[in-house]
């Protein structure tokens, strides 16, 4: 939740309005990795999916404070 908040106040702030940067939140998900001791049901590659693709998507440029999981935008 505090993460969420703060990318939304983040996205209002003109230290990034005014230089045109996006800012975005994601979950990648429960993940393999030495964090989850392995026990996560996606690979390292699959939860980097939606951050790699917030930030290569040109559909989403200008669009600040959205929380995403999956690429899709969920409500908070």
Request: aromatic share 8%.
């Amino acid at each position: 939740a505090a993460e969420i908040a703060m990318t939304r106040i983040q996205a209002r702030s003109s230290e990034f309005l005014d230089r045109g940067v996006t800012v975005t939140a994601c979950c990648p998900g429960y993940c393999k990795t030495d964090m989850t001791t392995g026990q996560g049901n996606k690979t390292a590659a699959e939860g980097a999916d939606t951050p790699v693709w917030l930030a290569v998507e040109p559909s989403l440029e200008g669009q600040s404070g959205g929380f995403y999981a999956e690429r899709t935008l969920l409500s908070w």
